[in-house]
């Protein structure tokens, strides 16, 4: 899939879930109730021990048209050509790699990292990143979007960390291009109730495109 139609669905959707998990099989069960709630695009950590078989399994359980399978937690440009060999439709990371970044331009795989200042957002936008995450949201704030937007409104920002069914229409609202969750969203899979985490991946959908709703009456 080229590069901007990877971002496109990312931002279409407006949710990426991430998946951290024990075992390869509570990671493929997660994903897939997330996907059951309506989330088209999965980040799989690379904490999961064998990641890179869970984005190949994944990639094999669930058709290209419903689901975009991304890699996390990726730290080194050998990390990130491990997941895109596996089939890893974009890269995530807590923090910014120039080297991370060289690689995904070569293969024109997305990167988006994690940032904490205006100097890093720009730093990466710099190095090629189309969407850059904001981390760690609990920590900045959903003003912090709407603080960067002034002087840099052209920034795609994705907060994670901290996102919650009760602030992700205001992460949106102040300029979130889209959210990422993980615990609150994957908590309840991970003890075994799979319908009440596609019930929150459904809610978090439907919060994002209300408060875009919303915002385009204004």
């Not at 050998?78 to 120039?98: D, H, N, Q, Y």
């Not at 760690?136 to 920034?155: H, R």
């Not at 908590?187 to 991946?201: M, Q, S, V, Y």
């Amino acid at each position: 899939m080229k590069k901007f139609d990877v971002l496109n669905r990312i931002a279409e959707c407006g949710v990426v879930a991430v998946v951290r998990a024990n075992t390869e099989e509570e990671a493929i069960n997660i994903a897939k109730a997330c996907t059951d709630g309506g989330v088209k695009a999965i980040e799989v950590t690379f904490t999961v021990p064998g990641a890179d078989n869970v984005i190949k399994a994944l990639k094999k359980a669930i058709p290209a048209d419903k689901l975009i399978v991304g890699a996390g937690s990726v730290l080194d440009p050998e990390t990130a050509r491990v997941a895109i060999l596996a089939g890893a439709e974009f890269i995530v990371a807590p923090s910014f790699s120039e080297g991370v970044a060289k690689l995904c331009n070569r293969y024109q795989v997305p990167y988006i990292p994690g940032t904490q200042t205006i100097k890093e957002i720009v730093t990466a936008m710099e190095a090629g990143c189309d969407v850059i995450k904001v981390f760690p949201g609990d920590m900045l704030g959903p003003v912090f979007i709407k603080d960067v937007k002034g002087p840099l409104p052209y920034a795609n920002l994705m907060p994670s960390g901290g996102v919650n069914l009760e602030n992700a229409g205001e992460w949106i609202k102040n300029g979130a291009v889209c959210i990422s969750s993980g615990s609150h969203l994957t908590a309840p899979a991970k003890k075994g109730d799979l319908a009440e985490t596609a019930k929150r991946a459904k809610q978090y959908v439907e919060a994002v495109a209300q408060a875009r709703a919303e915002m385009a009456k204004k």
